[in-house]
C-alpha cells in the first residue's frame, strides 16, 4: 500500500535561481491573500483554490522561500512563527535576505487568521515530506494538530483535511501509524460533531488505511459501517474510500460488492493517478477471478500498467485454462511481488477456481466424462483422485458453476446441453440494468452540476468576466494535477 | 495508559462480559471504559450485553453506573445522542460534568436542549411532563457554574430558553452591571422569547427586579408595563416621580411620558391618565372641562391651554407650593399623555421646516392629461403626501380650477387628501374642514362626496388621538343615511377612535353594517378592525358570521381586513382565528387570514408564521391571496429588514405577476426608510417589468425603501428620481405605472422631506398605528381613498429638545458626519421661491437654513411679530456664522448672497460635521453620528439622538433662549402675579404660535 503514493521527486533548486525563487514568493503572497479574503467572506471556495494552487507550486519550495513567506505571513516572534522556522532550513542567500527584511516590514501590522497560520502549517509540512524528512514532518504535524483542535472554524476544513492527510502519512512514512490511530479516532469525532464533513471523509479514510495497515480488517468494517454517513465532497477522498471499502469486502468474501467498490474506484480516480489505478486494477482482476469472472485482456494492456500488472495478467491466464500446474509455477514466480502487494492470501483462495474452470471446460468440451478422466484432466494428485473429483463436481454443481449431473453409478459427469441464451429474459435484464446505468451516470452528471447563486441576475462587468474565465481555466488545469498529487 | 495502547482489539475484555464471575465483569467493564475512544466500533456490537449489565439488579450500583457510562459513550460515538443523554443520566456521578472533554459538551448541550424543551412543552401543552430530576440537576449545575463564572448572558439566555425565572433572576441580580443585563434581557426577551405569554412572564419578572434597584430605571420599566399592558404601574411611578422635590425626577417623567406616546397604544395611554389623580387646583377643573367641552368649543383658545400649563398661578399663593408644582406638573404630564403635546410640536417643526419641491406637483401635473381621472386623483394624493403633516395647501390653492376636475369618489378623496395636509391640526381641525363638513339638517348644498371626505379627512387629522372628535363623528354618522357620508365618517371614526375599542361607537358603526350597503359596509367593515384593533375580541367571530352572510364582495373584504386588525400584536392569541379563516371557502376571507397573520405576528420574524405564509404564497389558488401572502411577509419581517430581500428574492422572480407586486410590496414595507442596499437591487429590475401593476408596486415600494436617503448616501436614489420623471413625462407609459411613479414621487418627499416610514419606535416596540396604516394602505389595490393611510406611517425624523417648561429652547449639537450625507435633495431645476433659500447654501448648518425656512414663512403669512421673533431667534443662534446670517439678513438681498455663497462653497472642502440647532431634522441613518456637545448648558435625560428629548438645564440662573414659540423667556419660568391676565396673554400666546388655518376654498364645479 506504500508504493500507491507516490510522491514526486522534489527537485530542490541547487543553483540559486533567485528570479524563480522570488517569483514562487510572490505566488505565496498572492495566496496569502486569497486565504486572508476567504477567512474574511467565509468563502470556502477560495481557500480551496488557494490550496489547489499551492500543490502546483510545491515542487518550487525551498528553504529561503519558505523562510521568508513564513516572516511575511506570520507575526515574528509569535509563537507559531518561532515554531516553524525552526522547522526550515536557513539558507544564506543575501538576494533573499533583502527581500526578507523588507517583506517583514510590512507585515507586523497585519491582523493573522487563524486560516493563513495553519496554511503556513501545511506548506511547511508539506516541504518537509518533499525533502523527506519525515521524523521534522510528524513533529511539524502534530503541533498543526493540536493547533488545530483549538479552532473551530469552517474555512479551516479544506487546509485541515489536507493536514490530516499529511499527518497520516509522515507516521506511516516511518512506520508508526498505529500510535496514531486514537488520535485520528478522536479528530474524526470532534469532525462529525463539528459537521466537519470533509475533514470526516479524510479522517475516516485514514483510520481505514491504518486498520488495514495492521490487517485489521474487522475493526475496520465496524468502523466503517457504524460511523455516520453523509454525501461525499470529494472525488479523491471517495475513490479512496471505495478502494478501501473494496478490500475490506473481498476479505469478507463479499465479492460481488467488492467488484463493484473496486471498478467504481479504479473508474472513479483521475487519469493522473495511476498508481492507485494500477493497485485497484489488481484487486479487481484478483476478485472478478474469485467470482469466476474471466478480466478481458484489455485491462492489462492499459498504458503505463502493463509491466505492473503482468503478474495478474500470468494469473489470469492459468485461472482461464484452468491449468493447475501452470497456476502453481506463477504463484511461486511472483511470490515476491503477491506478498509485497500483500494479496497472497486472496491468491491461495483462487486455486479451487482454477479447478472449477478447468471443470467448466471440461462440461463444456465433454457432453460426458468419466470422473476419472476429470481427475486427470484436472492433474489431482492426491490419494484418490476419483473420490476429490466426485466431490469437487458435486459441489460445482451446486454452486452451479457448470450444469450437469453426475451418474454415481458409472462414475460418470453428464453434461447438460447449454440452451439458447438469446431465448431467455437475460439479454433484455442485461440491456436493461446496462441502460439504468447510463441513466443513472446522466442523472448523477446533471445532480453535479452547480451555479453560482443569482448568476442571472447581476450583469457581470468585463473585469469580473475576465476573472471568473481565468478561475475556470485554472481550476480546470488544477483539477488534474490536484487529483494527481493527492495519490 | 501505556498498557492499553498495546491492545489492538477489545475482543478479548468483550467476551469476558459474558463469563458468569462478576469481578471478571467488572474487570472487562472498567477496561472497557478506558478503551471506549479507540474501540467504540467494537464494542458497540455489545451494547445490548452491556445494556443488560447495567439493568442487572444482582450488580452492585457502581458497576451498574459504570456499564450505564459504557452505553452512553458508545452511543455518543454512534451520534445517538438522546440515548447516550439517558444513560449518562444512568451513569450518575460517574457522569463527570466539569471534565473537558467532547463527550461532556456535547452531552451537556444536548441536556440543556432537551431540559429546555420538555420545560416548553409542559407549559405550552398545559400537561404535566415528567421531567427526570437528575437531568434537571445537570442543567441547574451549568447554571450555577455560568453564574459564578461570571458568564451572566449565557446564563440568562439559557434559564429563559428553559423557562427558569428563578434562575433568570438570579443571574440578574448577581451580575455587575445590572443595569446593563436587563437591558440585555429586555433585548433578548423582544428577540427571541417567541411565546407572547411567556415573554410577559420574563418582562413581569424583569419589572420586579428592576422595582429593587436602589436606582431603578425608570424609563425601561415603564416601557415593560406599557407592554404587559398595566397603567396602574406606569401610573404610580409618573405619580410618583412628580411628587418628588427634584426637578430632574419632574423632567424624567415628562420623558417617560414621551417615550410612551411614541408607541401610539391609545388606549393604554388614556388609561393611565385617567389613572393620574386630577389635580386640585383649579387648573385642573378648567382642563377637565376644556376636555369635557373640547368638541363643541368653537374657541380654539380653550384647546391649546390644555398644555399651556401656566394658568395654574393664582392658586400658587394660596395652597401649599409643594402641591401647586404637583399639580401643575401633573397637567403638563396629562398634556403629553394624551399626544397634544408631541403633536403640537411635531406639526410646529413640519411647518417650518418643509421642504418640498412644488416644482415636482407642477411636472405631474402638467404631463397628465386631463381626461385621464385616475392620474389626476393620484397627483392629488400625491400631493397630501408630500405636504403630510405640514398644514402647507398652496398647491391646492394655487391649481382650483384643476382640482375641480375631481367628481364623484375623486372628490371624496381630493377632500380628505385636506386631512392628510393638516394631520395633527387638532385645535383647528375642525374649523378648516367647516365648509365640507354636513350641515346638520340645514340642508347644506354640499355634494355628499365632499362631505364624506371631510369626515374621513377629520378622521385622518386626528389619527389616533380622536377624544375630541368623535362624539362630532358618531353624531354626523347617526344623521345621515346617504353611504358616500356612512363611508367617510366611518372611516373617521376609524382613525379617531383607533384601538379604542369603545362600545357605543362600535354599535354605531354595526347598525351602518347591517344596511347590507356595500359602499357603506366596507368602510364599517375596517372601522370596526381599526376601533378593535388589537383588542382580539369575541366581536371578531359575530364580524367573521356576518362576512358570511352578506352578497357584497366590498363587504366582506372591509370585514375580512377589519377581523385581521383585530388580532393586532396577539401573536399565538390569534392563531384559531388565523386557521378559521385560511380554510375558509371563499377567497376574500382567506386573503383577510393573510392579513391576520401579518398582523398578529408583525414584526415577530416568527418562522411559524413566515412558513405558513410561504406556503400560502405559493400553493393558493386565488392571485389575491397569493399576492397579499407574500406581502404579509413585510409586516412579519420587518423587525429584521435585511432578512426580507433574502427570503422573498426568488418570489420577485415568480411566473405570477401578482406574486411579484407582492414581493415588491414586501420589501417596500419591511425594508422602509431603511435605503437597504439589497432591498433596492431587489425592487431594481421589477421597476421595468412587463406587467403594470408590478411596475407601479415596484415604484411604490422603491420609494418607501429611499425615503430620506440622499442621492449622496446611495447615487440610485438620483436614478429614480430620474426614473420616476421618465415615466410620468412618457406620453406611451401605461396608467398603472404612471400612478406608481406618481404616488411615489408623493412618498419620496413625504411630509415635507422630513418624514420616514417607521414602524418601529426607537425602543424597538412596534407603533400599532404605523403598522395599521401600512397595513390599510395597502388595500388602496381596491380603493384608492385608502392611500391615504400611508401618513399614519409617516413619523419625523427630528431631534426636539424639550426643557422643564416643555418649550423648546436653544441647544446645539452635532452631527459628526458630512452634511451632504444627509442634507435634503436638491431641488428640481430653477428654484421657485419656495426653494430658492436652501439651496446647497454653503451655510454649514442647517439653524441658518432653519431660520432663512421659518423667515421665509413668516414673510407669506405677512406676520410682523413673528418674523421679528425668529430674527431675534436666528441672531441668538448663529453668533459663529454671522456671515450666512447677515447674508440672509436681508430678505431683498437673499438671492444675490445665495450665490455668491455657493460660488465660495466650491472653493472650500466639505466639513465633516454639522452643528444642528434644536430642533432639527436628524435622518435614521444620522443617528449614529450625532454627538451632544460636553460643555453645553443642556443635558438630555436620555441620551437619544432623534425625537422628544428633554433637556435638564445646568444654568438655571441664565435666561433660556427659546426657539420655535413666541413666548417670552419670563413667562415661561410662571412668574407668579400675572393672575387672569397671564393665563389669557399665554394662550394668545400659544394659539399665535400655530400656522394660520389657510381659508377655505370651494370647488368650482
Given at each position: 500500500m506504500t508504493q500507491d503514493v507516490e510522491m514526486k521527486e522534489n527537485q530542490t533548486p541547487s543553483q540559486s535561481v533567485v528570479t524563480a525563487a522570488t517569483s514562487t514568493l510572490q505566488n505565496l503572497k498572492e495566496i496569502a491573500s486569497l486565504i486572508e479574503t476567504g477567512s474574511y467572506t467565509k468563502e470556502v471556495r477560495r481557500i480551496a483554490r488557494a490550496v489547489r494552487l499551492t500543490m502546483g507550486l510545491r515542487r518550487k519550495f525551498t528553504g529561503s522561500v519558505l523562510s521568508s513567506f513564513l516572516d511575511f505571513a506570520l507575526v515574528p516572534g509569535s509563537e507559531a512563527h518561532s515554531r516553524l522556522s525552526s522547522f526550515v532550513p536557513k539558507v544564506d542567500e543575501h538576494e533573499m535576505e533583502v527581500d526578507t527584511a523588507s517583506s517583514a516590514a510590512q507585515a507586523p501590522s497585519k491582523h493573522m487568521s487563524a486560516e493563513l497560520e495553519i496554511y503556513c502549517y501545511l506548506i511547511v509540512l508539506l516541504f518537509l515530506i518533499d525533502q523527506k524528512k519525515y521524523n521534522e514532518a510528524k513533529a511539524c504535524s502534530s503541533a498543526s494538530i493540536s493547533r488545530l483542535k483549538s479552532i473551530n472554524r469552517r474555512t479551516i476544513d479544506v487546509i485541515a483535511s489536507r493536514l490530516y492527510f499529511y499527518y497520516s502519512l509522515s507516521y506511516e512514512m516511518t512506520g508508526d501509524l498505529a500510535e496514531i490511530r486514537s488520535a485520528l479516532l478522536a479528530l474524526h469525532h470532534s469532525a462529525t460533531l463539528r459537521h466537519d464533513e470533509l475533514g470526516q471523509e479524510t479522517l475516516l479514510n485514514l483510520l481505514l488505511r491504518n486498520y488495514l495497515h495492521y490487517n485489521l480488517y474487522d475493526q475496520a468494517e465496524k468502523l466503517r459501517s457504524k460511523a455516520p454517513r453523509f454525501?461525499?465532497?470529494s472525488n479523491q477522498q471517495f475513490c479512496r474510500y471505495l478502494f478501501y471499502l473494496g478490500k475490506i469486502r473481498t476479505i469478507q468474501l463479499e465479492y460481488t460488492d467488492a467488484k463493484e467498490s473496486l471498478l467504481q474506484a479504479a473508474r472513479k480516480a483521475p487519469v493522473a493517478a495511476r498508481g492507485f489505478r494500477i493497485q485497484c486494477n489488481k484487486w479487481a482482476v484478483l476478485v472478478r477471478l474469485l467470482l469466476g469472472e474471466i478480466p478481458e485482456r484489455s485491462i492489462f494492456t492499459q498504458k503505463g500498467m502493463e509491466k505492473a500488472l503482468r503478474p495478474y495478467f500470468e494469473l489470469t491466464n492459468a485461472v482461464r485454462i484452468g491449468d493447475l500446474e501452470l497456476f502453481r509455477t506463477v504463484q511461486e514466480r511472483f511470490t515476491e511481488t503477491f506478498a509485497k502487494d500483500r494479496t497472497h492470501n486472496l491468491i491461495v483462495r483462487l486455486r479451487h477456481n482454477v479447478i472449477r474452470t478447468g471443470l467448466r471446460n471440461i462440461s463444456i468440451s465433454y457432453s460426458r466424462i468419466s470422473l476419472e478422466d476429470v481427475a486427470k484432466k484436472l492433474r489431482l494428485n492426491s490419494a484418490n483422485p476419483v473420490a476429490d473429483a466426485e466431490s469437487i463436481v458435486a459441489k460445482a454443481i451446486r454452486d452451479g458453476a457448470i450444469d450437469a449431473t453426475i451418474d454415481h453409478k458409472n462414475n460418470w459427469m453428464v453434461s447438460k446441453e447449454t440452451g439458447d441464451i438469446y431465448s431467455t429474459n437475460e439479454p433484455q435484464m442485461a440491456f436493461n440494468s446496462r441502460i439504468a446505468f447510463c441513466l443513472n451516470m446522466h442523472n448523477e452528471a446533471v445532480r453535479a452540476l452547480r451555479f453560482p447563486p443569482n448568476t442571472h441576475k447581476e450583469k457581470e462587468s468585463d473585469e469580473k468576466r475576465r476573472e471568473r474565465k481565468q478561475q475556470e481555466e485554472e481550476l480546470a488545469k488544477h483539477m488534474a494535477e490536484d487529483d494527481d498529487d493527492d495519490f | 495508559?501505556?498498557?492499553?495502547?498495546?491492545?489492538?482489539?477489545?475482543?478479548?475484555?468483550?467476551?469476558?462480559?459474558?463469563?458468569?464471575?462478576?469481578?471478571?465483569?467488572?474487570?472487562?467493564?472498567?477496561?472497557?471504559n478506558s478503551l471506549v475512544d479507540q474501540f467504540w466500533p467494537e464494542i458497540s456490537t455489545s451494547v445490548p450485553i452491556i445494556e443488560s449489565l447495567y439493568e442487572d439488579e444482582e450488580f452492585d450500583q457502581h458497576q451498574r453506573q459504570l456499564a450505564a457510562l459504557l452505553v452512553s459513550k458508545v452511543f455518543y460515538y454512534l451520534g445517538e445522542l438522546n440515548d447516550s443523554l439517558s444513560y449518562a443520566l444512568g451513569a450518575g456521578s460517574l457522569f463527570d460534568v466539569s471534565e473537558d472533554s467532547d463527550y461532556v459538551h456535547t452531552l451537556l448541550a444536548k441536556a440543556i436542549d432537551e431540559y429546555a424543551s420538555l420545560r416548553s412543552k409542559a407549559v405550552e401543552s398545559n400537561e404535566e411532563v415528567v421531567i427526570d430530576p437528575r437531568l434537571e440537576a445537570i442543567v441547574e449545575r451549568m447554571l450555577d457554574k455560568c453564574i459564578a463564572d461570571g458568564k451572566y448572558q449565557q446564563a440568562m439566555g439559557i434559564a429563559i430558553e428553559c423557562r427558569r425565572l428563578d434562575k433568570l433572576e438570579e443571574a440578574i441580580t448577581k451580575s455587575d452591571n445590572v443595569h446593563g443585563t436587563l437591558s440585555y434581557?429586555?433585548?433578548?426577551?423582544?428577540?427571541?422569547?417567541?411565546?407572547?405569554?411567556?415573554?410577559?412572564?420574563?418582562?413581569?419578572?424583569?419589572?420586579?427586579?428592576?422595582?429593587?434597584?436602589p436606582s431603578p430605571d425608570y424609563l425601561s420599566i415603564c416601557q415593560c408595563l406599557m407592554f404587559l399592558d398595566e397603567p396602574q404601574g406606569v401610573a404610580s411611578i409618573l405619580e410618583k416621580l412628580l411628587?418628588?422635590?427634584?426637578?430632574?425626577?419632574?423632567?424624567?417623567?415628562?420623558?417617560?411620558?414621551?417615550?410612551?406616546?411614541?408607541?401610539?397604544?391609545?388606549?393604554?395611554?388614556?388609561?393611565?391618565?385617567?389613572?393620574?389623580?386630577?389635580?386640585?387646583?383649579?387648573?385642573?377643573?378648567?382642563?377637565?372641562?376644556?376636555?369635557?367641552?373640547?368638541?363643541?368649543?368653537?374657541?380654539?383658545?380653550?384647546?391649546?391651554?390644555?398644555?399651556?400649563?401656566?394658568?395654574?398661578?393664582?392658586?400658587?399663593?394660596?395652597?401649599?407650593?409643594?402641591?401647586?408644582?404637583?399639580?401643575?406638573?401633573?397637567?403638563?404630564?396629562?398634556?403629553?399623555?394624551?399626544?397634544?403635546?408631541?403633536?403640537?410640536?411635531?406639526?410646529?417643526?413640519?411647518?417650518?421646516?418643509?421642504?418640498?419641491?412644488?416644482?415636482?406637483?407642477?411636472?405631474?401635473?402638467?404631463?397628465?392629461?386631463?381626461?385621464?381621472?385616475?392620474?389626476?386623483?393620484?397627483?392629488?394624493?400625491?400631493?397630501?403626501?408630500?405636504?403630510?403633516?405640514?398644514?402647507?395647501?398652496?398647491?391646492?390653492?394655487?391649481?382650483?380650477?384643476?382640482?375641480?376636475?375631481?367628481?364623484?369618489?375623486?372628490?371624496?378623496?381630493?377632500?380628505?387628501?385636506?386631512?392628510?395636509?393638516?394631520?395633527?391640526?387638532?385645535?383647528?381641525?375642525?374649523?378648516?374642514?367647516?365648509?365640507?363638513l354636513p350641515q346638520g339638517g340645514a340642508g347644506g348644498g354640499g355634494s355628499p362626496y365632499s362631505e364624506g371626505g371631510a369626515l374621513y379627512a377629520l378622521g385622518l387629522i386626528h389619527a389616533n388621538h380622536g377624544e375630541g372628535i368623535k362624539q362630532f363623528l358618531r353624531d354626523s354618522l347617526r344623521s345621515t343615511n346617504v353611504e358616500v357620508i356612512q363611508h367617510g365618517a366611518c372611516l373617521g371614526l376609524g382613525l379617531a377612535a383607533l384601538?379604542?375599542?369603545?362600545?357605543?361607537?362600535?354599535?354605531?358603526?354595526?347598525?351602518?353594517?347591517?344596511?347590507?350597503?356595500?359602499?357603506?359596509?366596507?368602510?364599517?367593515?375596517?372601522?370596526?378592525?381599526?376601533?378593535?384593533?388589537g383588542t382580539a375580541t369575541e366581536k371578531a367571530s359575530e364580524m367573521l358570521a356576518y362576512a358570511h352572510e352578506t352578497q357584497h364582495e366590498k363587504i366582506i373584504r372591509g370585514l375580512a381586513l377589519g377581523i385581521a386588525l383585530t388580532v393586532y400584536g396577539r401573536e399565538e392569541g390569534a392563531d384559531t382565528l388565523i386557521e378559521q379563516m385560511t380554510r375558509d371557502q371563499d377567497p376574500i376571507l382567506r386573503y383577510g387570514g393573510m392579513y391576520a397573520l401579518a398582523l398578529a405576528y408583525c414584526g415577530t420574524a416568527n418562522n411559524k408564521a413566515i412558513r405558513q405564509l410561504l406556503h400560502f404564497a405559493v400553493s393558493d389558488v386565488s392571485d389575491d391571496v397569493r399576492r397579499t401572502a407574500v406581502l404579509a411577509l413585510g409586516?412579519?419581517?420587518?423587525?429584521?429588514?435585511?432578512?426580507?430581500?433574502?427570503?422573498?428574492?426568488?418570489?420577485?422572480?415568480?411566473?405570477?405577476?401578482?406574486?411579484?407586486?407582492?414581493?415588491?410590496?414586501?420589501?417596500?414595507?419591511?425594508?422602509?426608510?431603511?435605503?437597504?442596499?439589497?432591498?433596492?437591487?431587489?425592487?431594481?429590475?421589477?421597476?421595468?417589468?412587463?406587467?403594470?401593476?408590478?411596475?407601479?408596486?415596484?415604484?411604490?415600494?422603491?420609494?418607501?425603501?429611499?425615503?430620506?436617503?440622499?442621492?449622496?448616501?446611495?447615487?440610485?436614489?438620483?436614478?429614480?428620481?430620474?426614473?420616476?420623471?421618465?415615466?410620468?413625462?412618457?406620453?406611451?407609459?401605461?396608467?398603472?405605472?404612471?400612478?406608481?411613479?406618481?404616488?411615489?414621487?408623493?412618498?419620496?418627499?413625504?411630509?415635507?422631506?422630513?418624514?420616514?416610514?417607521?414602524?418601529?419606535?426607537?425602543?424597538?416596540?412596534?407603533?400599532?398605528?404605523?403598522?395599521?396604516?401600512?397595513?390599510?394602505?395597502?388595500?388602496?389595490?381596491?380603493?384608492?381613498?385608502?392611500?391615504?393611510?400611508?401618513?399614519?406611517?409617516?413619523?419625523?425624523?427630528?431631534?426636539?429638545?424639550?426643557?422643564?417648561?416643555?418649550?423648546?429652547?436653544?441647544?446645539?449639537?452635532?452631527?459628526?458626519?458630512?452634511?451632504?450625507?444627509?442634507?435634503?435633495?436638491?431641488?428640481?431645476?430653477?428654484?421657485?421661491?419656495?426653494?430658492?433659500?436652501?439651496?446647497?447654501?454653503?451655510?454649514?448648518?442647517?439653524?441658518?437654513?432653519?431660520?432663512?425656512?421659518?423667515?421665509?414663512?413668516?414673510?407669506?403669512?405677512?406676520?410682523?411679530?413673528?418674523?421679528?421673533?425668529?430674527?431675534?431667534?436666528?441672531?441668538?443662534?448663529?453668533?459663529?456664522?454671522?456671515?450666512?446670517?447677515?447674508?440672509?439678513?436681508?430678505?431683498?438681498?437673499?438671492?444675490?448672497?445665495?450665490?455668491?455663497?455657493?460660488?465660495?462653497?466650491?472653493?472650500?472642502?466639505?466639513?465633516?460635521?454639522?452643528?444642528?440647532?434644536?430642533?432639527?431634522?436628524?435622518?435614521?441613518?444620522?443617528?449614529?453620528?450625532?454627538?451632544?456637545?460636553?460643555?453645553?448648558?443642556y443635558v438630555p435625560v436620555k441620551q437619544a439622538p432623534s425625537g422628544f428629548v428633554l433637556l435638564k438645564d445646568l444654568r438655571p440662573k441664565e435666561p433660556e433662549v427659546l426657539s420655535l414659540t413666541d413666548a417670552p423667556t419670563s413667562a415661561a419660568s410662571g412668574a407668579a402675579g400675572q393672575g387672569q391676565h397671564g393665563t389669557t396673554a399665554s394662550s394668545a400666546m400659544a394659539v399665535d404660535d400655530e400656522p394660520q388655518p389657510p381659508q377655505p376654498f370651494e370647488y368650482t364645479s
Open positions: 454525501e461525499a465532497h | 495508559m501505556a498498557a492499553t495502547m498495546m491492545v489492538s482489539s477489545a475482543g478479548g475484555l468483550l467476551a469476558m462480559l459474558n463469563e458468569p464471575h462478576p469481578s471478571l465483569k467488572l474487570h472487562a467493564l472498567s477496561y472497557l434581557c429586555i433585548n433578548v426577551s423582544h428577540s427571541f422569547v417567541n411565546r407572547r405569554e411567556y415573554r410577559h412572564e420574563v418582562l413581569h419578572l424583569l419589572v420586579n427586579v428592576y422595582q429593587k434597584l411628587r418628588s422635590e427634584n426637578k430632574d425626577d419632574a423632567l424624567l417623567a415628562f420623558q417617560i411620558a414621551f417615550d410612551l406616546v411614541e408607541n401610539e397604544h391609545q388606549a393604554f395611554l388614556l388609561n393611565v391618565r385617567d389613572r393620574l389623580p386630577t389635580p386640585k387646583t383649579r387648573p385642573a377643573e378648567v382642563v377637565q372641562a376644556i376636555e369635557n367641552t373640547a368638541p363643541q368649543s368653537e374657541t380654539p383658545s380653550g384647546d391649546a391651554q390644555m398644555t399651556d400649563g401656566t394658568p395654574s398661578v393664582t392658586h400658587v399663593q394660596e395652597t401649599d407650593p409643594a402641591e401647586a408644582t404637583y399639580s401643575e406638573r401633573l397637567t403638563k404630564l396629562k398634556g403629553i399623555l394624551s399626544g397634544e403635546t408631541s403633536i403640537q410640536l411635531t406639526l410646529q417643526f413640519l411647518y417650518n421646516h418643509n421642504k418640498s419641491d412644488l416644482l415636482i406637483l407642477k411636472t405631474i401635473k402638467q404631463s397628465v392629461e386631463m381626461r385621464n381621472s385616475v392620474c389626476h386623483s393620484a397627483t392629488i394624493h400625491a400631493n397630501a403626501i408630500m405636504h403630510a403633516g405640514t398644514t402647507v395647501d398652496t398647491f391646492l390653492r394655487e391649481n382650483l380650477d384643476w382640482l375641480s376636475r375631481a367628481t364623484n369618489w375623486a372628490k371624496f378623496s381630493a377632500t380628505a387628501g385636506l386631512g392628510v395636509i393638516h394631520r395633527g391640526h387638532l385645535q383647528q381641525g375642525r374649523s378648516l374642514m367647516a365648509p365640507y384601538g379604542t375599542a369603545d362600545e357605543d361607537i362600535y354599535d354605531d358603526i354595526k347598525s351602518v353594517l347591517y344596511t347590507d350597503s356595500a359602499v357603506a359596509g366596507e368602510a364599517a367593515g375596517i372601522s370596526m378592525g381599526l376601533l378593535l384593533a409586516f412579519v419581517l420587518y423587525s429584521d429588514p435585511e432578512q426580507t430581500p433574502r427570503i422573498v428574492s426568488l418570489l420577485s422572480e415568480s411566473y405570477n405577476p401578482h406574486v411579484r407586486y407582492g414581493a415588491a410590496l414586501a420589501v417596500g414595507i419591511s425594508c422602509a426608510g431603511t435605503g437597504l442596499s439589497e432591498a433596492i437591487s431587489l425592487l431594481e429590475p421589477l421597476t421595468s417589468d412587463v406587467v403594470d401593476f408590478v411596475r407601479q408596486g415596484a415604484l411604490i415600494a422603491m420609494a418607501m425603501v429611499m425615503i430620506q436617503i440622499s442621492e449622496a448616501s446611495d447615487s440610485r436614489v438620483g436614478a429614480f428620481r430620474r426614473q420616476l420623471e421618465k415615466i410620468i413625462l412618457d406620453k406611451h407609459e401605461d396608467t398603472m405605472s404612471k400612478m406608481g411613479a406618481i404616488l411615489a414621487s408623493g412618498i419620496l418627499d413625504a411630509g415635507g422631506r422630513n418624514v420616514t416610514i417607521r414602524l418601529l419606535s426607537k425602543t424597538k416596540h412596534d407603533k400599532i398605528t404605523a403598522v395599521i396604516g401600512l397595513a390599510v394602505f395597502t388595500q388602496f389595490w381596491y380603493w384608492y381613498p385608502l392611500i391615504y393611510f400611508i401618513s399614519l406611517a409617516f413619523s419625523p425624523t427630528a431631534f426636539i429638545g424639550l426643557n422643564y417648561d416643555l418649550k423648546v429652547p436653544k441647544f446645539e449639537f452635532m452631527s459628526n458626519a458630512k452634511p451632504s450625507l444627509f442634507e435634503y435633495p436638491k431641488p428640481t431645476t430653477v428654484p421657485t421661491t419656495n426653494t430658492a433659500v436652501k439651496l446647497p447654501t454653503a451655510v454649514l448648518s442647517t439653524s441658518a437654513k432653519a431660520k432663512a425656512r421659518a423667515k421665509k414663512e413668516a414673510e407669506l403669512k405677512a406676520n410682523s411679530e413673528k418674523a421679528a421673533n425668529t430674527e431675534k431667534a436666528g441672531n441668538e443662534s448663529g453668533s459663529g456664522k454671522g456671515k450666512a446670517l447677515t447674508a440672509e439678513k436681508d430678505a431683498d438681498s437673499m438671492q444675490v448672497d445665495d450665490s455668491t455663497a455657493t460660488v465660495e462653497k466650491k472653493a472650500e472642502p466639505e466639513p465633516s460635521f454639522e452643528i444642528l440647532v434644536n430642533p432639527a431634522r436628524v435622518v435614521p441613518a444620522q443617528e449614529k453620528y450625532m454627538k451632544f456637545m460636553e460643555d453645553s448648558r
